[in-house]
């Protein structure tokens, strides 16, 4: 079993100001290569936050234009 501990941003500066320019370079890199592995299909919210039904058929937000799904 793993423990997990939620460092403070100071914590974290401490931490990080130790590291190298090298092993920050490194440890970034890492970072971005998780981040492109995380799912794509994560819908980000809309600029509404919700849908406002129109009298046309198009079925895009009057709020926002984005489609009805995206809401």
């Not at 794509?40 to 046309?56: K, L, Q, T």
Request: aromatic share 4%.
């Amino acid at each position: 079993m793993v423990q997990e501990i939620e460092m403070t941003k100071e914590e974290q500066m401490t931490m990080y100001m130790k590291c190298s320019k090298k092993e920050l370079c490194k440890m970034l890199i890492e970072a971005n290569k998780h981040l492109k592995n995380l799912p794509i299909h994560v819908v980000m919210p809309s600029a509404c936050n919700f849908y406002i039904s129109g009298m046309d058929t198009s079925g895009k937000c009057n709020n926002c234009g984005k489609p009805e799904h995206l809401h």
